[in-house]
């Protein structure tokens, strides 16, 4: 087969990188998946218009340099077979075994579940992807390099939007998830192969600025490593130093969260020295910090206190030769190991996979994470609450005993509660920090002992849900919240349904003891009697639908659906099963016809109109409060949109824009201009418009103005 002797001097290097690392490695089972895989994927092609097997081949390959063993890279071959081609998963099984078969199936995309949106679908895949990842880590490590090697050729994606979107989930599930897992190097190239497509004016502006100043910085490096490697040798110490190099996308992040100028970065010089032992990094420590003054809170201990994915080094920033300052990392070879490699670099193949004790508690979160889950259903919320857990940023905190917390950046005493206990979470009155008061909103620091007051009489709210950072607290506060409202709801839509049943001289509490509303409910929607009459306290269902279908020849029919209406538009919208409804729009997304909507019922306000992705009903969600929306017509009028332009400050480029606008019969509600010293300017307008397709038209006619950088629209 041409395909074979074409790809086959990848294939070997990947055989022979398998060999070097795992002596015993069957590598006849590597030329067996390739052939299968080859075979299956005949005819295939990628976007780029190469054979489709270049791509499992790459992603082997990732894999074979990460020092994966042969089953996991036997895997990468074989693990878009099920998805692309008709091979089923029995049969894959029949050819490798089942070890193989679950991996490929685990990475494999779930395409044929019933999910209205892509949100949805896009949560059940990372879903069962977690789950299999909680018995067999190689299933993420197969992921991560299939998803890299995707982000490499991203470019040959002809849909903008489509990249957009791919390099977002990248930024929000992938990158994390590699930092996490301590594939340093993964993470990295990640983030600025999504960064480069999402923001690729700021992408090639940093770009530039690490090209202009590169000689010089190398040449610094340069002399600072010699007098460096001098220093150590005075003290007896062999030690490798080197140049450490600065990802694109850590500038830009850097630059935004301290709002600093690309000149105004202080850590672009960076240097990494690397010792044998861990005494030797502390010796190090002492030498650097005697000979050039340290900046005080840029020193990190990760040795005594390592980050979550292992990760240990000594970090300290000083003032070097010429008033420069430069960043070091210290560590032993192994730490470096771990740093660049992560989870390969621990990795102990016994029991299919499975990590020995040490590895378990390591990798203990993800379980953790699952298990907090168990109760939440709804995609949205699952997919808010893996974002969070992913952010690695940590605090290290005591208990009254003694024991260390890792908490993330930014928890509160509320969190910590709920790490000790639910029930302590539950009945969290007060905190004492270091032995004083503190609010329950209070950011807690390293270092500090933490000691939590507890009352019976104390109950989760809503405003804690604006406070937690954990994923734990977040999730028992809202199954808390949940069962309350369930509660109340039971007793509010009992007596809506009694009063309702009274008009038509009809004793519902009989009904109900007779099981007549048991009966109608799976015809409603609902499974019992009681998760009915929630609904109807809720405002899910109406009292009067629950009797209309309880004694249909009484009642005369009316449509189940009714159109409500804005009152200062004409655009419409309905709302499936109520009747009499007031409709508004949300003002943190605000809404346009052609977005995918959502609507959420809003105690004394009716039902609120969200955009599906909205992030503030994603921190407000309570699937109980969802009813299904969709557009209607629209005949005059229109919904107001805010939109974000960034352009180069030129002479009569404001009138341009706004002619622009005026063409498409758009009104400007609003105008605000600002401009910066280095001659850029942010325009922001509130438009009027009619529906999404002509913001976009509007957007994508101002996006090919000369000088303009960016124009987006802002949802919030």
Known sequence: MATLTLYQKKL??????????HKSADLSLIDKAFEFAAEAHEGQ??????PYIVHPLEVACILSNMRMDHITVAAALLHDVLEDTPITKKELEKEFGEEIAFLVDSVSKISKIEARTQLQ???ETIRKMLLAMAKDLRVIIIKLADRLHNMRTLHYVPDSEKRKKIAQETLDIYAPLAHRLGLARIKWEMEDLAFKEIN???????????AKSREEREEYIKKMIEIVKQKLKEKGIDAYVEGRPKHFYSIYKKMLENNLSFEELYDLIALRIIVNTVDECYTVLGVIHSNWPYIPGRFKDYIAMPKPNMYQSLHTTVVGPGGEKVEFQIRTWEMHRVAEEGIAAHWKYK????????EEQIFSWIRRFLDWQKDVSNYRDFMYNLKTDLFPEKVYVFTPKGEVKALPKGATPIDFAYAIHTEVGHHCAGAKVDGRMVPLDYELKTGEKVEIIVSPKQHPSKDWLRIVKTTRARTKIMAWLRAMERERALEMGREMLIKEFRKHDSNFSKLLDEGKIDEIAPDLGYKTANDLIIAVGLGKIHARTVYRKLFPEEVEKKPEKEVQKRQDTKIKVSVEGMDNVLVRFAKCCNPLPGDDIVGY??????ITIHTAECPNLQRIYDPEKIVDVEWESLTSGGLPAKIRIETYDKPGLLAEITSIISQEGINIESANVSTTVDKRAFLNFVLTVKSKAQLERVLAKIQNVDAVLKAERVKR
């Open 45 to 50: 092609k990628r976007r780029s218009g190469e």
């Open 12 to 21: 070997e290097k990947i055989k022979e990188n398998v060999a070097k690392h």
């Open 601 to 606: 019922i809003t105690k004394g306000r009716g």
């Open 351 to 358: 029991e299919k996979g499975r990590v020995d004790k040490e």
């Open 121 to 123: 679908r896009q949560a």
């Open 200 to 210: 690729p004016e700021m992408y090639h502006y940093i770009e530039q600025r690490v």
